[in-house]
């Protein structure tokens, strides 16, 4: 009888594939987790009645009884047979269980390019992870942060999807019920100009850290203040301050997706040159000033110091009635 638990048929070809395979294996102590290539000569999907394409579309992994569980399922499975099953438990909760797996489909179909993004190339056609790297364990603190966000909004009282309980992928009136609840909005902008800041910041003050940990410290800092602006000092002072008259504060979606942006302006100034991110954030300051009259600039100076005029001018922006 086989001593494995659980096996996981992972992408040979995938560099976070690669990375989160030899991380596991490290912790797979008592064999409870088994592994095989589908890249590999001899590999033959027959076997567990599937085809190539489906194996190199999501993740698969198999039971020692012939059944096959896939996307993120695989993960909470080979986590748990390695005795980790509690760090991505909540991928599997309610509501946040249907964001991760969306999240998962689209990370997978663009793994190879987002492996590039992140200084992995292909020779030869394999994709091979330096032993001495570790973004592997970046993506699994980027993952241990949402989750813990979420968690903790979710204690403090926040609603996953909003008051209406209804996913959307974007909402573009600011005045709407609606703002702060779908995935993205207009303010999603600003959290791109957080992550584009921070990495500037953090290359002053910390420039000789690798890029891997200033990120992780952005990530703390982004999930303290999503944590912070959902507290009753926050929203009520936005409610008092600003043109978020009716704000009650984010969803965890949007919240989430927040941290998202931010990781995204972070890794994009970390790409380019200088002066593309003073560009970036000149369009998008200048931009959303001009689309919803406000921007992140405006929402500091009206949080720290509101300004009667500034304000006058926002709200002549609002709708009629």
Request: with cysteine; net charge positive; hydrophobic share 45%.
């Amino acid at each position: 009888m086989s001593a494995w638990r659980f096996k996981l048929l992972f992408d040979g070809e995938c560099p976070f594939c690669q990375r989160e395979v030899r991380w596991l294996q490290r912790r797979n102590r008592h064999g409870r987790l088994a592994f095989e290539d589908i890249t590999a000569p001899d590999f033959d999907p027959a076997r567990y009645g599937t085809t190539r394409e489906e194996l190199m579309g999501v993740i698969h992994g198999v039971f020692p009884d012939g059944r096959v569980v896939r996307k993120l399922e695989v993960f909470r499975q080979a986590y748990r047979a390695v005795g980790l099953g509690w760090l991505i438990a909540p991928t599997g909760w309610p509501v946040l269980r249907w964001v991760f797996d969306r999240l998962y489909v689209r990370f997978a179909r663009n793994r190879i390019l987002i492996g590039r993004l992140f200084g992995r190339s292909c020779e030869s056609g394999t994709c091979d992870v330096p032993q001495r790297s570790n973004y592997g364990g970046i993506i699994v603190a980027f993952s241990a942060v949402l989750v813990l966000t979420g968690g903790i909004e979710l204690w403090m009282g926040r609603l996953p999807l909003g008051p209406d309980g209804k996913f959307g992928w974007w909402e573009g009136n600011i005045w709407s019920s609606e703002n702060s609840q779908r995935f993205a909005d207009p303010y999603s902008f600003s959290h791109l100009v957080h992550g584009i800041l921070f990495y500037a910041g953090l290359w002053l003050v910390a420039r000789k850290l690798p890029v891997r940990y200033r990120l992780l410290l952005a990530l703390l800092l982004e999930a303290s203040w999503e944590i912070l602006e959902n507290s009753p000092l926050i929203i009520n002072r936005y409610r008092e301050a600003t043109i978020s008259l009716g704000y009650t504060g984010d969803s965890v979606l949007n919240s989430l997706s927040d941290i998202l942006m931010m990781t995204i302006g972070f890794v994009f100034a970390s790409r380019v040159r200088p002066r593309v991110s003073v560009i970036a954030v000149l369009v998008m300051e200048i931009g959303c000033a001009l689309w919803i009259r406000d921007n992140l600039t405006l929402n500091i100076i009206m949080l720290i110091h509101p300004v009667d005029a500034i304000k006058a001018w926002q709200m002549a922006g609002a709708p009629a009635g």
